[in-house]
DNA sequence: AAAGTAACCTGCCCGC
DNA sequence: TGCGGGCAGGTTACTT
């Protein structure tokens, strides 16, 4: 589900409404999306700490606590991070059995993490020490030091097929199927295409199309599609589905020419593309051709 | 090095 | 109406 824009959105919320909070109990109903520490230990370390902090790498979201411990959420492909006020329901279409996990805070409200599919991930760790999946990740994509350089610099020489190189988080961390599909489309490039073999103006095309393309859906808030699945921190669902260009359209047509658009799949996910516009398709050599 | 597959889960949609 | 197959925003491990 969520990539940099819907994690953004998230961990924006956050700070706005958990910052300062205290918690005072915790509710663990699925264990398993707790990687460390134990359960007892998850419960005892929480219990009485106040969130001072909230940051985003990457996908993942670290909740910075005023004990120097580090609350740390991946969400996985379906991962919801909820705050309900004293008094007040979440959105009703968000289904109450996949609440996994509940934080509540002295002031009445409580922070739920919900999750249909369970793929999400909850640790709790020192501050001063480093996730190994955060320490291996690449750069941060609307971060000034992601010049256009250093982005020529980690694709120019990959031989692996464009679409895999920008979904790598080794290589750049936030970019999901959804963003990779949608920034290739407005570059004008195959997903297919081998790293190396991008021209400058394709990887200079590539670059801005990566820092505009990330920006407008984090002022969009995200991107909810038909299912409905992402929300962000009050239950809402963001508004990128008005802006975006060829993502989940199967029968839909190409915005720029018109022409139907085709689906195909690459490391067995659904990859969107106009065959007219991204045509530059690599040519396959037949042995002894 | 790169590409493919399966695994971890639940839910929904489609075709038969 | 029901059932099976395929698919869904992610990541890792393992195999070719």
């Given at each position: 589900?969520?990539?940099?824009?819907?994690?953004?959105?998230?961990?924006?919320?956050l700070?706005?409404e958990v910052?300062?909070k205290?918690i005072?109990?915790?509710?663990?109903?699925?264990?398993?999306?707790?990687?460390?520490?134990?359960?007892?230990?998850?419960?005892?370390?929480?219990?009485?700490?106040?969130i001072?902090?909230?940051?985003?790498?990457?996908?993942?979201?670290?909740c910075?606590?005023?004990?120097?411990?580090?609350?740390?959420?991946?969400?996985?492909?379906?991962?919801?991070i909820l705050y309900q006020?004293?008094?007040?329901?979440?959105?009703?279409?968000?289904?109450?059995?996949?609440?996994?996990l509940f934080f509540f805070f002295?002031?009445?409200s409580q922070m739920i993490y919900?999750?249909?599919?369970?793929?999400?991930?909850?640790?709790?760790?020192?501050?001063?020490?480093?996730?190994?999946?955060?320490?291996?990740?690449?750069?941060?994509?609307?971060?000034?030091?992601?010049?256009?350089?250093?982005?020529?610099?980690?694709?120019?020489?990959?031989?692996?097929?464009?679409?895999?190189?920008?979904?790598?988080?080794?290589?750049?961390?936030?970019?999901?199927?959804?963003?990779?599909?949608?920034?290739?489309?407005?570059?004008?490039?195959?997903?297919?295409?081998?790293?190396?073999?991008?021209?400058?103006?394709?990887?200079?095309?590539?670059?801005?199309?990566?820092?505009?393309?990330?920006?407008?859906?984090?002022?969009?808030?995200?991107?909810?599609?038909?299912?409905?699945?992402?929300?962000?921190l009050?239950?809402?669902?963001?508004?990128?589905?008005?802006?975006?260009?060829?993502?989940?359209?199967?029968?839909?047509?190409?915005?720029?020419?018109?022409?139907?658009?085709?689906?195909?799949?690459?490391?067995?996910?659904?990859?969107?593309?106009?065959?007219?516009?991204?045509?530059?398709?690599?040519?396959?050599?037949?042995?002894?051709?």
């Amino acid at each position: 589900m969520p990539e940099l824009p819907e994690v953004e959105t998230i961990k924006n919320d956050l700070e706005k409404e958990v910052l300062h909070k205290k918690i005072i109990d915790i509710e663990v109903n699925l264990p398993r999306i707790i990687k460390f520490p134990t359960i007892e230990q998850f419960k005892a370390v929480l219990k009485g700490k106040f969130i001072e902090g909230v940051k985003r790498r990457g996908k993942y979201i670290q909740c910075f606590l005023d004990s120097g411990d580090c609350l740390i959420f991946h969400l996985g492909m379906s991962g919801l991070i909820l705050y309900q006020k004293k008094n007040e329901n979440i959105n009703s279409k968000i289904k109450q059995q996949h609440n996994h996990l509940f934080f509540f805070f002295e002031d009445g409200s409580q922070m739920i993490y919900n999750d249909i599919r369970q793929f999400g991930k909850i640790w709790l760790i020192k501050a001063n020490e480093e996730l190994p999946e955060i320490k291996s990740l690449g750069w941060e994509p609307l971060e000034e030091s992601f010049t256009f350089q250093e982005f020529a610099g980690i694709i120019h020489n990959k031989k692996g097929n464009i679409k895999s190189l920008l979904m790598n988080q080794k290589n750049i961390a936030g970019i999901g199927n959804i963003y990779a599909c949608e920034v290739l489309f407005t570059a004008g490039i195959h997903p297919l295409r081998q790293g190396n073999s991008l021209t400058d103006n394709e990887l200079r095309k590539l670059y801005l199309s990566i820092r505009s393309t990330l920006t407008r859906a984090v002022q969009a808030r995200g991107m909810t599609l038909e299912d409905e699945s992402y929300r962000d921190l009050m239950g809402e669902p963001g508004n990128y589905k008005e802006e975006v260009l060829i993502y989940g359209k199967r029968k839909g047509n190409c915005p720029a020419c018109g022409q139907p658009l085709s689906v195909i799949r690459i490391e067995s996910r659904s990859t969107f593309l106009c065959p007219i516009c991204q045509k530059n398709k690599p040519v396959k050599l037949k042995k002894n051709g």
